[in-house]
């Protein structure tokens, strides 16, 4: 799972074997560190609930979690949507942007760097050179 973060917008992009994890059930979860003491770390999660309508964010010492409603989840998991994206209050300090989505193999990468990646689907598109102007 990889983690990107930007003022206030949150993106998840999650590989091919997570989404499969994520939808028998399984939380999936990693954990960066800043530092030896062991409080100096972020440890990120995804999970999803039965109950709840919109995905939700939770944060307590150094835990993230990311919940979306199971019926958001198994759409998502199982056909060629894309991503999950929302829109969170939270309160006085404003919003936060929330973009799940998953992981799809970078063009201008090797194959070991796009293991366990979604098929990207523009692979099949090739750059055609842009015509050159002529001056005379």
């Known amino acids: 799972m990889k983690l990107r973060i ?3 917008s949150l993106r998840i992009r999650v590989s091919r074997s997570e989404v499969a994890r994520l939808l028998a059930g399984e939380r999936i979860e990693d954990t960066i560190h800043f530092a030896s003491q062991e409080n100096a770390k972020l440890t990120y999660a995804l999970e999803h609930h039965a ?3 919109a995905p939700t964010v939770h944060y307590a ?7 979306i409603p199971t019926a958001q989840a198994i759409p998502w998991c199982s056909t060629d949507q894309v991503g999950i994206a929302e829109t969170i209050s939270v309160g006085s300090a404003g919003s936060l942007d929330l973009l ?6 970078c063009l201008d990468r090797s194959d070991e ?7 990207n689907p523009n692979a099949a598109a090739t750059c055609q050179p842009r015509d050159l102007i002529s001056n005379g």
């Not at 010492?61 to 919940?67: E, R, S």
């Not at 799940?100 to 193999?105: H, L, P, Q, S």
């Not at 760097?113 to 098929?119: G, P």
């Open 61 to 67: 010492d150094g835990n993230v979690t990311i919940c």
């Open 51 to 53: 109950s709840g309508t």
């Open 113 to 119: 760097d796009n293991l366990d990646t979604f098929t």
């Open 100 to 105: 799940i989505e998953k992981d799809f193999a």
């Open 6 to 8: 930007k003022g206030d």
